[in-house]
Structures are given as structure tokens and as C-alpha cells.
């Protein structure tokens, strides 16, 4: 979390900050600052709040063709203007702007920086005081910038400069992304292409324990032993009309609606000239080499990776494990002989599942990354990388990336299923083009979705989703979009669990929501329902076309039963989106939230 911004060149820096800032803002949003140099020196314009608060207090008067910034997501001391970065040496020297956790920061501050008044909570100040301290030990600026970067344990992505010397930006990273992209006569820093498309689309990728001497002509790469790395740029190909909102009022509302196109890509990235579905054949031995595979991801991907068990123990008949990556390292299960981990991150850049992908590394075993970031930390550090083709996903709760790993997830299962012969007796392909058809559907009942919400959800305190087998995984990934955009307090449960403890909360009026798309458990899901609802409850049934009775609140077109999660969280993602607008949230922005979570 927290991004970062940097320009040098002939240009007013504020408006390219300011600008690449609010296309990072999805990266955390609860204060944002920045830092411009010319010959007078450095200016520091910083605020608690949105990048809009910041633009407000920019004195439009300062010109200055250097230039760097942040919008932070809180970890060291709570948001607020003097927490907020760029951060200073006590001389005013130095000027940093850091993404990371400095896990040793309170060790340095108590062994070399006692003398040191701090001004901030953060650990940040400590880079930037030990800094300005090998300065004044005689060292130059970039030997006290290499000397400090050696005593730091933790993450970061920094940008730093020093009023005396307006021609440089000195940039280093460690586990935090952070990328250089290139112009003529202007050089450009920061944590997600995105931020910088507006001046350029070439861009250097920086790797752990480098440093960087930004000028507005050269970028030279270094070691932290000062030994120079050459690199050749890439070309993002990105469009910038894919991170616009375009006639949207929200991102998460554009990109739930982006579903059917996506899921149409992923069938197209995924097929063979004979049409039919191809995946890396060194991909497909791997999976089908291994005895067991280990799902690691967090949040809405850990969801994902659910619904992945049930198709990949079902077409291809291996089994899986699915595990949260913030536990999976000191709770770590007892391996098979030969494992294989899969790694499902939107952003390939999630700390926790990187901290486990480093782990597994370690041990000497295989790691695949289904990701929607090619080039991400997570993709370049495993050994393979099977892309989502979801186009930026910019609202902080995920949508179009969950449906979008659902669909690589089946496509995995098919391929691999079918390389060993295992006999998968539907045409994936086909039945995935039926699911981004009846996505339309969904897509285009948002009148009903409105009422939905409207109906069951705009004065609740709570919400459960009920489910059996598949549909309860559905069921996590709707309470979390819930709770996460409207503040709603909404849990998940499998329907037969309930009676085991959670019914103790169904009171009047309690919203239940439950989903019936599979033909299997439809009788039971069904007998759930009545159980909280002779309880006082207001149950909401969605089911699936085929399953359905008149009670239904919303019945879902009908796609093959494995592949119903595709269809009916979209349902969920709606109710959602709706009921934070109900309540006046910020539906792309949600408290104390930031996407692309870069800290452990
Ligand atoms: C919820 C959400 C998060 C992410 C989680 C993992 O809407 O977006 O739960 O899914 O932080 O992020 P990635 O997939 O980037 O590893």
C-alpha cells in the first residue's frame, strides 16, 4: 500500500505528481503529500484526507521541474498532516517519500539516532534522520544513501532528494514495487505504471536491493555495493482508457459490468488456433506432476481459490488445499512428497502470499502465479505466471479479478484434466461463453439488484449468505464485498452450520441471504432458509434457473452447475455495491482499505 510518485525535467512537477497521484490512490487514500524542488529549494505541501484535499492546499505560485509524492495507507502512527509523507531531515536537507514497514526503525532510532528529535510517528522519518546522519559522518549523498539502505530490515519503495543538488531523485526499493519509466528529457518514478501513463509508457523495472540516480537525461542502476546494472526498458501496455471511469459513477461499478468482456478475453488469451482451450504445456506437466496442490492467496483471491479446489478436484481428480497466505507461514501444514503451490493475487504484489511464495522458494518447490499484473513481484518470482486479462481493476473491492480467476482457475483444471485423460464431459469453452452471456443478464438487472438492497439491506446492522457446497464459497466472497463497501457486519456461513451456533443471531428481521444454484443441495439450502426464517429472519433466496420457486427473490440464469460462482457473485456484488450507496459510502474508496495490500 501507500504509492509514489517522482518526475525530473523541464516541466512544473505539482500537476504530474498530483495527477499520477490520484491514479494511485487506490493504493491507500487517508493523507497524501508532496515535495518540489528548484533553486530555492524544497517545497513540502502535504494534508490529511484525499489527493483532492492535498490539490487545495498546493500553492500554485511554487514552480519547480523536480518533484516527488505519496498517498499513504497508515501503518507507523495514525493519518493525519504531520504522519503524512514527504519527510524531512532535521536540517530540511533531505526529503523522503517510502512505502514499506521499516521492521527495525525503533532498534536505529535507539542505537543511532538518539540524539534525533522526530517530528512524526512513522517509521519512515527514521530512513530519511540516518540519512542526513552518514552525510554528516563525510560520506556523499549516495554512499549515505547505500550505507543507510543497508541497515534497514523490512520493505520499501523510496524516493528521495536532496535540496542541495536539484538534478537527482535517488530511488531504491525492497519487496515494495516500484518502477522507472522514461522520457525525453524527463525521467519519470513510481509504484504502478498506471501513475505515469500520462507522460510516458516505457519503464524500467526495478529489482530488491537496487538503488537509482534519477536524472531528467539518465537513469543508471546500481547495487547496494555501487556497482552498475544496465536494463532495457518494456513498453506497459496499457491503455489509459482502461483506468478512466469513463460515463461511470464508480470504478467498481464499470468494472462488474467489464465481467462478460473479460470472461470473453480469457476464453480468446486461452484458446489455440483449432479453438481449442492451451496452457503452457511446462505448466500443465507441472501441475500434473504433483501429488497435491497448495492454494495460497488472501481475501477476495483466497475466495477464488475455493471455488478453484472444487474444479481442479473435479475435472482434473487431484486434490487441493486452500490456505490463507497471512497464516500459512507459521502455521504452515505438513507438505506432500511432491506439492505444488498456486498463487492467486490480483495485484501480484500482496505481501503476505509474497512472504509464502519466498518461503516455498526456499524449500526448493514450484510455484505458478495466476495474477492480473504481468511483471508483478509475485509473477517474476515464481515459476510461472498464468494471467488474468482482466484490464486494471481500480476499486479497491475486487470483482471483475474474482470472476476473471474463477475462469483461468477452470481453465487450469480443464487443460490439465484432459492432458492425463480424465474425462471432462462438457465443452468449456462453450460453457464459459453461456456464462459471459448470462452475466449480461446480471449485468442488466441492476434495477432489481437496487431493489434488493433497498429492500433487505437498508437499515440492517447485519446480513448473513448462506450456501452449501460451492454456493457457500460464493457466500464468503459476498459478505466480504459487503462488509467491505457498506460497513454492514456480514458473515458467510455453510447452511448446515448455522444450527451449530450462529442461528443464536437470527432476530426479527435479520437479512439472510441465501443461494440455491445447485440442484444437489437445493432441497437443503431450502430447509436452512425455513429454519432462520421461522426465527423471524428475512431471508432473500437466489437461485438458479431451474431450481426455482415462487418464494425466490432473484432467479440467475442457468450455466453449468460447476460454473455458477461466475454468475451468482455478480448477483452479490451488486446487492453490495447498491447497499454502500444506500448508506452514502465511498463505494471505490472504503475505509481504512487500500488495494494492492504491500505490507505484512
Ligand atoms: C476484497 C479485496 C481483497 C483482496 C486481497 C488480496 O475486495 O480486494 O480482499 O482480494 O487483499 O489481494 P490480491 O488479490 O491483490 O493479492
Known amino acids: 500500500m501507500c504509492g509514489i510518485v517522482g518526475y525530473i525535467g523541464n516541466q512544473d512537477a505539482k500537476e504530474i505528481l498530483l495527477k499520477g497521484l490520484e491514479k494511485l490512490e487506490y493504493r491507500g487514500y487517508d493523507s497524501a ?69 521499516i521492521e527495525n526503525y525503533s532498534m536505529i532510532k535507539r542505537e543511532e539516532l538518539s540524539d534525533v528529535s522526530f517530528v512524526s510517528e512513522t517509521d519512515t522519518e527514521v530512513i530519511v534522520q540516518l540519512i542526513e546522519k552518514r552525510v554528516n559522518e563525510g560520506n556523499s549523498v549516495e554512499a549515505s544513501f547505500r550505507l543507510a539502505l543497508k541497515s534497514l530490515k523490512g520493505s520499501y519503495a523510496i524516493a528521495l532528494l536532496d535540496n542541495q543538488n536539484e538534478e537527482v531523485i535517488y530511488v531504491a526499493k525492497n519487496k515494495s514495487p516500484l518502477l522507472v519509466g522514461l522520457g525525453e528529457s524527463f525521467n519519470v518514478v513510481a509504484s504502478d505504471a498506471m501513475a505515469m501513463l500520462q507522460v510516458t509508457d516505457q519503464f524500467v523495472e526495478l529489482m530488491d536491493k537496487e538503488i537509482v540516480i534519477v536524472t531528467k537525461e539518465n537513469v543508471t542502476i546500481k547495487t547496494l555495493e555501487g556497482e552498475v546494472i544496465e536494463r532495457a526498458p518494456y513498453t506497459a501496455e496499457l491503455d489509459a482508457s482502461d483506468i478512466e471511469k469513463g460515463t461511470y459513477p464508480h470504478y467498481m461499478l464499470k468494472e462488474i459490468d467489464e465481467q462478460p468482456l473479460v470472461t470473453r478475453k480469457i476464453i ?69 512428497e511432491k506439492p505444488l503451490f498456486i498463487f492467486i493475487s490480483q495485484s501480484g504484489e500482496t505481501a503476505d502470499s509474497r512472504a509464502v511464495l519466498v518461503q516455498v522458494k526456499e524449500m ?27 484490464g486494471p481493476e481500480i476499486a479497491v473491492a475486487s470483482t471483475k479479478a474474482y470472476t476473471a480467476q474463477l475462469a483461468v482457475l477452470a481453465i487450469l483444471a480443464n487443460v490439465t484434466a484432459k492432458a492425463t485423460g480424465k474425462d471432462v464431459n462438457f465443452d468449456l469453452v462453450q460453457e464459459l461463453g453461456i456464462v459471459a452471456n448470462a452475466m449480461e443478464v446480471l449485468c442488466d438487472a441492476k434495477e432489481e439488484m437496487e431493489e434488493l438492497a433497498r429492500n433487505y439491506l437498508a437499515t440492517t446492522r447485519n446480513c448473513f449468505f448462506i450456501g452449501r457446497g460451492i454456493d457457500f464459497y460464493v457466500g464468503l466472497e459476498g459478505a466480504l464485498k459487503l462488509k467491505e463497501i457498506s460497513y454492514i457486519q456480514a458473515e458467510g456461513f455453510a447452511g448446515g ?92 474508496k472504503p475505509r481504512n482499505l487500500a488495494k494492492s495490500v504491500t505490507v505484512e
Open 497 to 588: 452450520e448455522l444450527k451449530h451456533g450462529t442461528i443464536a443471531l437470527i432476530e426479527d428481521g435479520t437479512p439472510v441471504i441465501a443461494l440455491a444454484t445447485q440442484e444437489s443441495v437445493n432441497l437443503s439450502i431450502r430447509g436452512n432458509v425455513k429454519e432462520v426464517a421461522a426465527r423471524g429472519a428475512n431471508p432473500c433466496i437466489i437461485s438458479m434457473k431451474g431450481l426455482e420457486e415462487e418464494e425466490d427473490a432473484f432467479v440467475l440464469p442457468e450455466v453449468h452447475s460447476l460454473l455458477t460462482p461466475l454468475i451468482s457473485v455478480i448477483a452479490l456484488q451488486l446487492i453490495s455495491y447498491y447497499a454502500a450507496l444506500h448508506r452514502d459510502c465511498d463505494v471505490d
Open 33 to 101: 503529500g508532496i515535495a518540489v524542488q528548484n533553486d530555492n529549494g524544497v517545497t513540502v505541501f502535504k494534508e490529511k484526507g484525499r489527493i483532492a484535499d492535498l490539490r487545495e492546499h498546493v500553492d500554485t505560485d511554487v514552480l519547480a521541474t523536480t518533484g516527488i509524492g505519496h498517498t499513504r495507507w497508515a501503518t507507523h502512527g495514525v493519518p493525519s498532516k504531520v504522519n503524512a509523507h514527504p519527510h524531512q531531515s532535521t536540517s530540511s536537507r533531505f526529503t523522503i517519500v517510502h512505502n514499506g514497514v
Open 268 to 336: 480468446q488469451a486461452y484458446q489455440d488456433i483449432n479453438g481449442d482451450l492451451t496452457i503452457d504445456s511446462d505448466i500443465v506437466r507441472t501441475v500434473n506432476d504433483a501429488d497435491r496442490i497448495y492454494i495460497v492467496a488472501c481475501g477476495t483471491s483466497y475466495h477464488a481459490g475455493l471455488v478453484g479446489k472444487q474444479f481442479i478436484e473435479t475435472m482434473a481428480k487431484k486434490p487441493v488445499e486452500v490456505h490463507v497466505a497471512s497464516e500459512f507461514s507459521y502455521n504452515m501444514p505438513l507438505l506432500s
Open 364 to 390: 526448493g518447490h514450484k510455484a505458478i502465479t495466476i495474477t492480473n499484473v504481468p511483471g508483478s513481484t509475485l509473477s517474476r518470482e515464481a515459476d510461472y505466471t498464468l494471467l488474468l486479462h482482466a
